[in-house]
């Protein structure tokens, strides 16, 4: 089954023990909870993409995008955003380094112009100096990201596309960010205890935090120990 945000949504009210009418989570939050814990698994463990863009004469400036995990002349920006830039090649094959320093002469003399380096910063990528010769042409630029995996969206265009093997722990970073929101709301009314399985008193909710704290942490653990017993073996 696709991980739609509805059928994410369902999972988590499962879990959360709240699927009886009248619920205790809007919807709302329980999609602001499961977007929150995209972000939070994305940045443990990132998803990889490589993005290659066509490179005009003099060119120095282009959009990062967020991209699927593939090469891509053209980036995809469904619902995911970017993390960092891990590597840059111009011409694709050779690559360049970071510049840490500011461009100060723009005008781009000969005396001035170093090395081809690049600089990014939110969503674009600057070149030191303008593309020229072998670096232009198409797919010329090519651009390794770590970036989030896809935000769900609410009408089920965009779906969830990270590993199937860490759908639980997402689901238990979204708990935890709803138990959050829980303890935050019965801190402002501590009458809030309501019908509904979910809602418990605040010594029961705060043990609840803690034990889902501690799975988390396991589950992280666990995690991290598979992706280096997968590492291929240096030879």
Do not use: K
Not at 75 to 92: E, H, K, N, S, W
Not at 98 to 123: C, L, N, V
Not at 127 to 144: F, I, K, N, S, T
Not at 197 to 209: E, N, V, Y
Request: glycine share 8%; charged share 20%.
């Amino acid at each position: 089954m696709a991980d739609t945000l509805t059928v994410l949504r369902a999972d988590l009210r499962a879990l959360l023990l709240d699927t009886a009418a009248p619920t205790l989570w809007p919807d709302a939050a329980l999609d602001a909870c499961l977007w929150e814990a995209v972000a939070a698994h994305s940045y443990l463990f990132p998803c990889e993409a490589t993005l290659l863009f066509d490179v005009g004469e003099g060119a120095t400036t282009f959009l990062l995008g967020a991209g699927d995990g593939l090469d891509s002349v053209t980036p995809m920006t469904g619902g995911a955003d970017l993390i960092a830039v891990q590597r840059v090649d111009l011409p694709a094959g050779t690559p360049i380094p970071e510049d840490p320093r500011p461009i100060t002469d723009p005008s781009g003399t000969a005396a001035a112009a170093p090395a081809q380096a690049y600089r990014w910063r939110g969503g674009s990528l600057s070149l030191r100096r303008p593309a020229a010769g072998a670096e232009v042409g198409p797919g010329r630029l090519r651009v390794e990201t770590l970036q989030t995996y896809q935000r769900p969206s609410a009408d089920g265009a965009v779906l969830w596309n990270g590993p199937l093997s860490d759908r639980s722990l997402l689901l238990l970073l979204a708990q935890r960010g709803a138990y959050g929101l829980l303890a935050a709301w019965q801190a402002r009314d501590p009458a809030l205890l309501g019908p509904s399985p979910a809602a418990a008193p605040a010594a029961d909710l705060a043990r609840a935090l803690a034990a889902l704290d501690a799975e988390i942490a396991r589950a992280v653990a666990a995690r991290r120990a598979r992706a280096v017993r997968s590492r291929p073996l240096d030879v």
